[in-house]
Nanobody, 125 residues
Framework: QVQLVESGGGLVQAGGSLRLSCAAS????????MGWFRQAPGKEREFVAATHWSGGATYYADSVKGRFTISRDNAKNTVALQMNSLKPEDTADYFCAAGLGIVAGWQHQRSYHYWGQGTQVTVSS
């Protein structure tokens, strides 16, 4: 059974940092594009960042570009999201997602086949 398990969420003050991690049981992990999405209360789920299966390319939403960094470790089957300079508007549940062989449409939920349960991030002002 495929599992994506996120960790690292929590409460942080504005300007602070958090590092989210996602452990994935998809095999082979190196064939999956990995993404992070978030959903704030009362809003639709939105794209945050993604990494190509090779780790050679990364993609970001404009709202997080320059503040967030996505990375993956194909040896450990993990993907991380380093979040710096956090703002109250970054408050949301953050979800890890895996898509087999993604080559385009990184920002679209339909490109991903598996999803984690989410981890909550709260940024106080």
């Amino acid at each position: 059974q495929v599992q994506l398990v996120e960790s690292g969420g929590g409460l942080v003050q504005a300007g602070g940092s958090l590092r989210l991690s996602c452990a994935a049981s998809v095999r082979p992990f190196s064939s999956y594009g990995m993404g992070w999405f978030r959903q704030a209360p009362g809003k639709e789920r939105e794209f945050v960042a993604a990494t190509h299966w090779s780790g050679g390319a990364t993609y970001y939403a404009d709202s997080v570009k320059g503040r967030f960094t996505i990375s993956r470790d194909n040896a450990k089957n993990t993907v991380a999201l380093q979040m710096n300079s956090l703002k109250p508007e970054d408050t949301a549940d953050y979800f890890c997602a895996a898509g087999l062989g993604i080559v385009a449409g990184w920002q679209h939920q339909r490109s991903y086949h598996y999803w984690g349960q989410g981890t909550q991030v709260t940024v106080s002002s």
